[in-house]
């Protein structure tokens, strides 16, 4: 695997990116829970709280990857870029191909890292928060349809943008939702209804 150093780069980088924007709302975040809590007298708990500031942080993260512009600074001077090139691919099970070639043919595998792995992973939270969170999406078809707009609100938008839009990206956005809720299911019942508010 030739190219480790450049995927270590690619999570570093997309750590970092998505970290800034993470921090950037976490006061946001706290100051709406607080006043929300205060003004209607909400019912809560701590650990309900600490599960809703971390998920509307990764939340934050994943829009700052798919449809906020990125933020560059040089010579005093800031833009805003949304992307670099515009592609649209309908075609499912095409990016599963391409994947394989590159691997096999030229020995890549950042396209794993990038298509695969990276679509899954940033929608893992999604599947493993709202059950955890909520109790009307304890039921998986809640859950991971709930992924599953999410993913499509994406790549709509995206369409709007110089961004790439994959219907590839649906489907495994879909299953990174399924896999975070089979996470949360592992979870003990106690601890889950921890989390949640009566």
Known sequence: ???????????????????FYMLLVMPIILIVRYLHIKR????????????LVIFFMILTGLLSQTILPTIYSSQGEVKFIN??????????????????????F???????????????VMFMPIGF???????????????????????????VVQLTQMRSSDVDDLLLNTFGTSIGYVLYKALSKTFRDSFKIR
């Open 129 to 155: 928060f709202l059950p955890l969170l909520w109790g009307k999406f304890n039921r998986a078809w809640r859950s991971v349809g709930m992924g599953f707009l999410v993913s499509l609100v994406i790549e």
């Open 40 to 51: 209607f007298k909400v019912q809560t708990s701590f650990l309900h709280e600490l599960g």
């Open 106 to 120: 030229l020995d890549l595998w950042q396209p794993l890292l990038i298509n695969f792995v990276g679509n899954i």
């Open 83 to 104: 992307g670099d090139h515009r592609a649209i691919n309908l075609e499912l099970f095409r990016v599963f191909g391409e994947t394989y070639n590159a691997i096999k």
């Open 1 to 19: 695997m030739k190219d480790i150093g450049y995927m270590m780069d690619i999570i570093l980088r997309y750590i970092q990116d998505t970290g």
